[in-house]
């Protein structure tokens, strides 16, 4: 549902991307790890479509997103890693501006944002300008939001963040229920926890580069650590280090 071939993304002569190739498959639930720079979030905007690459190509849902992008992102919903909402719009105007971007609207469509507004417990707000909402409730909205229009992929940016533990819980079940139907989820997050026993598999992005690329126990195997945690699989993968002189910061 997600391919790349080749991927690279520059900035003058600084190279983010270095000629990434991905597949992940319908059905699957994909976690993408990197230490901060290594690429991540600029490589999950051109899947989204926000970045065209400098070189390469991607495909979603078998469709070229730099050839036919309006196809190719009408079968993608984007959560990104910062909720960002128009004030001045109420949440159930909003859902319907998200829907009218994919040439959605009518009954369904209301009935549709009245389903994700209730299960996110945003039904009470539903005529409020977002202004007046959390930081947790404009994160739902933004997720609902990439739901609305009945997308194949999500594409999401730390899905967590700004969450309390129900609807982290209730996420992490829409999730699972999404790829379980024939969705696909590729997800970038720094909470190696919720990778960990939840993620079909995992992609580590080292320097733009894909270091490592399969389930957990493939990942063990790359980095000759059986029985290693995620934590410090993900380290040796990309050469992190952690131990500095730490009585020398702390006097």
């Known amino acids: 549902m997600i391919r790349l071939q080749g991927v690279v993304k520059r900035y003058g002569k600084f190279e983010a991307v270095k000629g990434i190739d991905l597949h992940v498959k319908r059905g699957e639930l994909f976690a993408f790890l990197g230490p901060n720079g290594a690429g991540k979030t ?30 190719a992102k009408a079968k993608l919903g984007f959560i990104p890693d910062r909720p960002f909402v128009y004030d001045k719009l109420t949440g159930a105007e909003f859902l319907r501006f998200t829907a009218a971007l994919y040439g959605q609207d009518g009954p369904e469509i209301e009935a549709r944002m009245d389903e994700l507004l ?8 539903k005529h409020e300008l977002t202004e007046s909402y959390s930081h947790g409730m404009r994160q739902k909205l933004i997720i609902s939001s990439a739901f609305v229009h009945r997308p194949d992929v999500i594409v999401v940016d730390e899905p967590m963040v700004g969450l309390d533990p129900k609807s982290a819980r209730l996420l992490k079940t829409l999730f699972r229920r999404f790829v379980d139907r024939g969705g696909t989820i590729l997800m970038s997050t720094h909470t190696l926890e919720i990778v960990e026993g939840f993620c079909d598999r995992i992609g580590i992005i080292r320097h733009g580069e894909l270091a ?38 702390l006097g």
């Open 212 to 249: 490592a690329c399969g389930s957990l126990a493939e990942l063990r195997e790359q980095a000759s650590s059986d029985g290693a945690a995620l934590e410090e699989l993900f380290l040796r993968l990309t050469g992190e280090h952690v131990e500095h002189d730490l009585d020398a910061v």
């Open 42 to 71: 600029t490589t999950m905007r051109m899947i989204a479509g926000i970045l065209a690459p400098t070189s390469g190509q991607i495909e979603v849902g078998g469709v070229d997103i730099v050839a036919n992008p309006m196809l």
């Open 118 to 125: 209730t299960l996110f417990e945003l039904a009470p707000w």
